[in-house]
């Protein structure tokens, strides 16, 4: 198992600095959100996303995955993960998992490696669909909408040889506030079915931004990054494994 850091974690950030956070809390890989500013979007090569990529590989931080809702531009995708060797995970808009999978097979069937994000209530019949068509399971689990213990079970027994990533909402210094969530269950039954994916460390709500900066130690970093009202710190320093207790 493979912790990693989200992008949405420090959605101001570059990639260096999530790689540099990634150093600093001893964590293996950073999974890419469209939409951050850590410069890697579909598109033409460019130095600036290929230097980035090279520095992350480096520091010995590897690029996880790239995740997005886009399921319209399948072209630059694959040749997004051709140019910098970055898995795709496709976010299905309005939780269209059946639109997903057909782009999915397309990227596949050009040698992408691609998954397919699912979540909620309905995870384990969607991942089910994903798995019959022989793709990559991306699952957010959130303990706060479902019930992440009963369906890592099921997830790990049905499922288990294409899921590649477990999203945890809530992870990082967010996780004293899951106890009693089935996180540590979760956590337990990953560990015990030798799950070699990634575990993406993932905020619940941009609500705990300082929470976060200061996990990382990035506190003032980048642009929007100061403390408002709205903004809620947590008391104390989580473990890197975000629940795993």
């Known amino acids: 198992m493979r912790l990693t850091l989200s992008s949405s974690a420090a959605p101001d950030a570059t990639l260096d600095e ?28 460019t ?11 480096s ?16 072209e ?6 051709a140019d910098v060797g970055i898995p795709i995970v496709l976010d299905p808009p309005d939780c269209d998992v059946s639109s997903a999978i057909r782009v999915a097979a397309r990227l596949r069937d050009a040698g992408v490696p691609v998954s397919v994000a699912v979540r909620g209530i309905d995870a384990v019949n969607d991942a089910a669909d994903v798995a019959a068509a022989e793709l990559g399971i991306a699952w957010d ?24 990533e477990v999203r945890l909402i809530g992870g990082g210094p967010e996780a004293a506030m899951q106890e009693g969530r089935g996180v540590g269950s979760l956590m337990g039954a990953l560990a015990l079915a030798r799950f070699d994916g990634d575990l993406v460390l993932t905020p619940s709500s941009p609500r705990y931004r300082v929470a976060w900066q200061t996990w990382l130690g990035r506190r003032g970093w980048g642009c929007g990054s100061s403390a408002e009202a709205h903004v ?5 320093a989580a473990p890197a494994a ?4």
């Open 59 to 74: 520091a010995g931080v590897a690029i996880a995955s790239y995740r997005t809702s886009a399921l319209d531009q399948p």
């Open 242 to 245: 975000g629940g795993g207790r």
């Open 76 to 81: 630059r995708l694959r040749r997004l993960a």
């Open 18 to 45: 999530l790689v540099d956070a990634c150093v600093r809390r001893g964590l293996a890989a950073v999974a890419l959100c469209a939409g951050d500013a850590h410069c890697v979007f579909p598109g033409p090569d």
């Open 47 to 57: 130095l600036e996303r290929r230097a980035a990529v090279t520095r992350a590989r």
């Open 232 to 236: 809620l710190p947590l008391a104390g």
């Open 141 to 164: 689990a959130d303990p706060a909408t479902a019930p992440v213990a009963q369906h890592a079970d099921a997830l790990l027994e049905d499922c288990g040889r294409w899921l590649r």
